[in-house]
Every structure is written in C-alpha cells, then in structure tokens.
C-alpha cells in the first residue's frame, strides 16, 4: 500500500477520491486550506471508510509548510486537486487564479523535487480542450484556453510535459475531467457550493430541495437535438475511481500522460433534468433563457484512452448520480455547515 498527499482533500473531488484511497488500504494525508471546503468533510471520509486520514490544514503555496510535510515521512506520490475553479470568477480574478492554480502548482512540484517524490497525478479539466473541432474528444485535439481558469490548467500542464521531458524520474498523469456530478451513495459527502452554484447539477439539486424557485436553462437553440447544451456527465464515484487506476498506472509507467476521464455519452440539459426528477420523483421547474457568455453547444469524450491505459470505464449511470446527489442534498440541505447527516 501507499502512502499519498492529496491536496485539495476536503473538496467534492478530493473527498471522494479520499475514501476510495482509505478503502483500497493506501494512507492518505490532506493538504487542505478550507477555502472552499469544510474539516468536516474529512471526518466524514473517515467515517465512511472506517479508517483514519491526517488532514493537515494550509496552503500549497506554503513552501515551508511542504518541506515539512514531505521531511516527516516519505510519500509515493500526490494527487494535486487544490485549486480555484470558478470560470466566471477567473474572468474578473485573474491573478488569483494564476496564483493558486500555477503557483500553487510549481511550489508543490518543487518540494517534490527536493524530496525526490516523482509520482504525480494532476486535476485537470475537460475546458483545456475549449470548443472542440471534433466530437468526440480524444487526449491528441488541440489544446486551447477560453478562459483564465482553463489557461492555468494549460500551464500547468505544459509545466509538467517540460517537467518530464527534463527529468526521466517523473511520472505525471494529467486527467481531464468531463462533468464530475452526485456523490458517494451513503448521503454523507458531496458537493457544497459556497454560494449560488455555477454548475448545472449542483443547481438542480438545490431547485429540487426548494432552495432555488426554477431552473434558468442558458439557451434552448443550440445545434443539438433538443436545442440545450450537451456534456459528459460522469458519477463523482467513477471519477475517483479513475485516480486510483491514474496513480497505479503512474508507479509503473515515466513521463507525461493525459487522460480523459468522461463516460463517451452526451447528455443535454434536459435530458439531464428529467433524468434527475425520475430518478428522484422531484419536479425541477426552468425556464428558457439567453445562452451563457462563452459556453460551448457540446462537449464529450473519447474515453478509449483510459480504458486503454488505466483500465477505467465509468460504471454508474446518470440516474445513480442523480439519486445519489439528491441523496446528499436532501440529508445536508446546508452542506456541511448543517446539522450531521442522520
Ligand atoms: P473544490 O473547490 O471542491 O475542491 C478544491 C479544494 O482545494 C477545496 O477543498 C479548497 O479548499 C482547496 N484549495 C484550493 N486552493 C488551495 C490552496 N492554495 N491550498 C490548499 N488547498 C486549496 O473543487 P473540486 O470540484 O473538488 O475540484 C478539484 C479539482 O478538480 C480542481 O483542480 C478543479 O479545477 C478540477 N476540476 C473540477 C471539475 C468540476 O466540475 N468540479 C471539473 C474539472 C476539473
Ligand atoms: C453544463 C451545461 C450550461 C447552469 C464547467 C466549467 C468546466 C468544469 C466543469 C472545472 C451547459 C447549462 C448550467 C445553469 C444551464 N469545471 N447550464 N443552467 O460549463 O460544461 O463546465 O464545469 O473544471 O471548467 O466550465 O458545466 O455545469 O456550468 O454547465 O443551463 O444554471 O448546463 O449552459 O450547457 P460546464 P456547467
């Protein structure tokens, strides 16, 4: 078994890939600064996978902080969620995001460098690809960014190519999320906007728990079959899945490799509402309004890669993701700032 950093631990991402680690009998610490995300997620990992974690609270940009975290005891490798990852903010914010995306990024990957850890499994993001030429995605369409959030996932990525080409030591997975949505089947962790949610599913499920009066569909006259944009949904469950192959495939394999982590299937807006009030018997009212500045009409991925190299298919189905978030949602109507779930 081993032994893993993960930054960013106590987020929605984090938190999930967190009890898939426990429960595989790796041990993981959390490098966490809250800024998005609540201590109380992590006791929850814990008590879902009935085993310990360390979370340590603080930031990756502490470069002090890292060399005293990796001189405690040797790490096998780091899976890097901790980042800023709000589109829009990133327009008004960019410097923010420069600075703790990529060099939040560089920090880390230094204190790595001087502990000799060279096992590296990085967040990236599906938005990497901007619009798409082609449909479906594979890891080898142009990489272009629509945004300063999307730029630093860019950035860091080029860091890591120049990285491993630098230095045959390293083994760097780079895995682009499509949609990650729901959350882990027990009700216990998931999602927790901070404020009103910038994505699709989180606000579905606050519409569906009356927190939200409708749901504003951004354009219903987009090139696709019912006129709404079209995305790669995937289960949070089956995303943090795919880290524990990404990491197994990067203690056998050097150098840089990205991989997308979606199911291969378009799903529109719609398609997605009514699978969520069928599976959970709630009403989702919406209204038709104006697209969004900078969205995409559609956006899938060719998932061959990660079968092909990670052994990695997404299993669970877009009705599982929409009976397990509505699952947490309606045990957590306040996320983790609630009461304990029951
Ligand atoms: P999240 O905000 O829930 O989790 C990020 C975590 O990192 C939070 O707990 C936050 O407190 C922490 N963090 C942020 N900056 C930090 C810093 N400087 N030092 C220490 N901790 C810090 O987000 P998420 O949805 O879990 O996303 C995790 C990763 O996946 C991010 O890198 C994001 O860009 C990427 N990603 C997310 C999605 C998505 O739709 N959620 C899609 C593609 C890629
Ligand atoms: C999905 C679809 C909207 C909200 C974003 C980031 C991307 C990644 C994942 C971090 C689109 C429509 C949405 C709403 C709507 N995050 N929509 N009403 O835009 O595909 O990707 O999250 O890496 O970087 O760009 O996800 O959930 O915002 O939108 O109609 O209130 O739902 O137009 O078609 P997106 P999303």
Partial sequence: MARLLVTGG????????????????????????????SPRALERVSRIAGRPLTAVEGDVRDAALLKRLFAQQPFDGVIHFAALKAVGESVSKPLAYYDNNVAGTLALLQAMQSAAVTCFVFSSSA??????????????????STNPYGATKVMVEQMLRDLAAADAAWSVVSLRYFNPIGAHPSGEIGEDPNDIPNNLFPFICQVAAGRRERLAVFGNDWPTADGTG?????????????HLRAFDFARRRRGFTPVNLGTGRGVSVLQLVHAF????????????????????????????AAARLLGWRAERSIEQACADGWRWQSRNPDGYRGEAAT
């Fill in 127 to 144: 938005t990497v690809y901007g619009a798409p030429d082609e449909l479906p995605i594979t890891e080898q369409a142009p990489i272009r």
């Fill in 230 to 242: 079209v995305r790669d949904y995937l289960h949070v469950a089956d995303l943090a899945a795919g």
């Fill in 277 to 304: 009030e069928a599976a959970t018997g709630r009403s989702i009212p919406f209204s038709i309004v104006e697209r969004r500045p900078g969205d995409i009409a559609a956006c899938w991925a060719d998932p061959s």
């Fill in 10 to 37: 106590a987020g929605y991402i984090g938190s999930h890939t967190a009890v898939a680690l426990l429960e595989a009998g790796h041990e993981v610490v959390s490098l966490d600064n809250y800024s998005n995300s």
